[in-house]
């Protein structure tokens, strides 16, 4: 991998999150700080009910935190209005889940062209970028063809895709081999690694596989709200 530059890309300070239920308070996110470098793959582990997707979904500004900030090259996202909000997400966070959230009605090249068009790009310049990624994450022959009519590995190497379409600052991953078989969850974890090398793409990944973020370049640990970083 790609050793990374010094300057951040990503910086989240203090992060709280609350949540209120059934008239108890559950906090979450207790003051979280975390810093990634351009070009980092870092993984966030940790129990069912931890905060792992929380921390991802206020991340890329899906959610907002009781207190704190969330900074991509020095730029508060939560200064940002809610149309600001989503426009920076579209252009600078590429997301990958454990469901590949392809749409159905779609061919696998329109869904990964998709964030393109929202974007307001050329649609021939969105649709050449589109076919290079294919091609990169092994699916130049599947461009044709409906999510349903892929495996479940090349629908997430599809939505793999998609998340780059924008070229966005950085990849935030929920799971993303959750619902693969073991060969398979190998395979999207070395397309991962491949991004890097060959791109600096930086990922913040939560998973709960611990061979799968041995291979990171930093692995935290979330428990009672805050991140250890593993040794």
Request: charged share 25%; hydrophobic share 40%.
């Amino acid at each position: 991998m790609n050793d990374a530059p010094d300057r951040p890309v990503f910086e989240a300070r203090q992060l709280t999150k609350v949540f209120t239920k059934a008239g108890r308070t559950i906090e979450v996110l207790d003051g979280l700080d975390l810093s990634l470098k351009s070009g980092e793959v870092v993984g966030i582990l940790g129990t069912s009910g931890a905060g792992k997707s929380t921390l991802l979904h206020i991340a890329g500004g899906l959610d907002r935190p009781s207190a704190g900030t969330v900074h991509y090259g020095g730029k508060d996202i939560f200064s940002l209005s809610e149309p600001e909000l989503a426009a920076f997400r579209n252009h600078r966070i590429g997301f990958v889940f454990q469901m590949h959230y392809l749409l159905s009605e779609f061919t696998c090249l329109e869904n990964v062209m998709m964030p393109g068009i929202i974007a307001g790009g050329n649609k021939h310049q969105v649709r050449e970028k589109a076919e290079a990624l294919l091609k990169q994450v092994g699916l130049s022959e599947r461009g044709d063809h409906r999510p349903g009519e892929l495996s479940g590995g090349e629908q997430q190497r599809a939505a793999v895709a998609r998340a780059l379409v924008n070229r966005p600052s950085m990849i935030l991953a929920d799971e993303p081999t959750g619902n693969l078989d073991a060969r398979t969850a190998v395979s999207v974890q070395d397309l991962f690694l491949e991004l890097n090398d060959t791109h600096g793409t930086t990922f913040l990944i939560v998973t709960h596989n611990q061979e799968m973020a041995s291979r990171f370049h930093r692995r935290f640990q979330l428990r009672d709200g805050v991140l250890h970083q593993e040794r």
